[in-house]
C-alpha cells in the first residue's frame, strides 16, 4: 500500500509542470481572438453601407473628388494674322498689327484655372452589393488580405479596377 502511496505521489509531482523564464513570453506575442464574421455579418455590413450610399435605384460605388488651382502660360510666335491659342490674356510683344494681314508676331497667353471637380460612379444596388460581397471575402477574419485569389476574385478586382479609372480622369486636363 506504501508502494502505491509512494508511487502516486512520485507519479503526480512529475506530472506537474513548473514555470521557468521561457515559459511566457510577451504580450503582444500572444494569440488574440480573431473577429468572427460570419456571411450574414458581411451581409448586414453591406446593408448598412447601401442604406448611405444608395439613394433611389443608383448607389454610390466608387467617386473622386479633387480641386486645384494653376497658372498656364503659352508663348507664341509665327508669321500671319496674331491668333490667342489660349483662353488666357494674350500680351503682343512688339506690334500687333492688322488682324486682316500677316505679319510677324510674339505673344505671351497667361492663365489661371481654379477647378473643383466631384466624380462618382453610380450602380445598381445588385451590382453594388456582388461587388462589396466579393470584397469583404477576400479580407481574411483577422483583416489581413488573403494571399490568394480565386479567378472570380480576380476578375471583381478588374472590375472594381475599371470602375475606379472612370472616376480617375477627374482632374483638370489644361494644368
Not at 521557468?20 to 488574440?32: C, K
Not at 500687333?96 to 505679319?103: A, E, R, T, V, W
Not at 484655372?113 to 466624380?119: A, E, F, P, R, V
Request: glycine share 6%; proline share 3%; charged share 20%.
Amino acid at each position: 500500500m506504501k508502494f502505491k502511496l509512494i508511487l502516486a505521489a512520485l507519479l503526480s509531482l512529475s506530472l506537474q509542470s513548473y514555470a521557468s523564464e521561457f515559459d511566457e513570453g510577451a504580450p503582444e506575442h500572444d494569440q488574440r481572438p480573431l473577429p468572427n464574421r460570419t456571411d450574414a455579418d458581411i451581409q448586414r455590413s453591406i446593408r448598412d453601407e447601401m442604406s448611405i450610399a444608395c439613394s433611389g435605384n443608383l448607389c454610390k460605388i466608387v467617386g473622386a473628388d479633387n480641386q486645384g488651382s494653376g497658372w498656364t502660360v503659352s508663348f507664341n510666335v509665327g508669321y500671319g494674322s496674331t491668333p490667342n491659342s489660349g483662353s488666357g490674356d494674350t500680351i503682343y510683344i512688339g506690334d500687333k498689327g492688322d488682324s486682316n494681314s500677316d505679319s510677324n508676331y510674339a505673344g505671351i497667353t497667361v492663365t489661371y484655372k481654379n477647378y473643383k471637380c466631384i466624380s462618382t460612379l453610380r450602380v445598381t444596388p445588385a451590382v453594388y452589393q456582388f461587388v462589396n460581397t466579393y470584397m469583404y471575402n477576400m479580407v481574411n477574419h483577422d483583416y489581413s488580405t488573403k494571399r490568394n485569389f480565386s479567378p472570380a476574385e480576380q476578375t471583381v478586382v478588374l472590375f472594381y479596377t475599371t470602375m475606379l479609372n472612370k472616376v480617375e480622369n477627374c482632374k483638370n486636363s489644361s494644368l
